[in-house]
């Protein structure tokens, strides 16, 4: 509800995060074309960090970028949404667009734990 208040509708997040997660914290960052949320969800000692980017059009929406540290990267096709599951070593990051917001997850889980979550999107 919060994130609806402020712009961000059809909002599309794993539907684990419904269950036993606490937001901890929400900030916003208008600039020039897009306006980004950051959250931070908590669940016992898990704390998981939730990154979306709303463009003001799809034309300024910028690429997926997994980055440079990657240890492993799998494509998961999560109902019509390709997500990428990124193994960052320390964390392991889910990255994905739908409509004009682009997100971008961290997570404490291991990868195996990511492409469960990321295969329940939207279930």
């Known amino acids: 509800a919060e994130l609806r208040m402020n712009g961000f509708t059809d909002v599309l997040l794993p539907s684990d995060f419904d269950k036993g997660y606490v937001m901890e914290d929400i900030q916003y ?22 990154e979306l980017t709303k463009y003001d059009s799809p034309a300024h929406m910028e690429p997926i970028n997994v980055g440079g540290n990657a240890e492993r990267v799998k494509e998961v096709d999560a ?13 392991t990051s889910l990255l994905y667009a739908n409509g004009s917001t682009s997100y971008s997850i961290e997570t404490p889980y291991s990868m195996e734990q990511a492409i469960e979550i990321a295969e329940k999107m939207g279930l």
């Open 29 to 50: 960052d208008e600039q020039d074309d897009r306006t980004i949320a950051s959250v931070r969800l908590r669940n016992g000692d898990a704390i998981v960090t939730i």
């Open 79 to 91: 109902g019509g949404v390709a997500v990428f599951v990124v193994d960052m070593q320390d964390y």
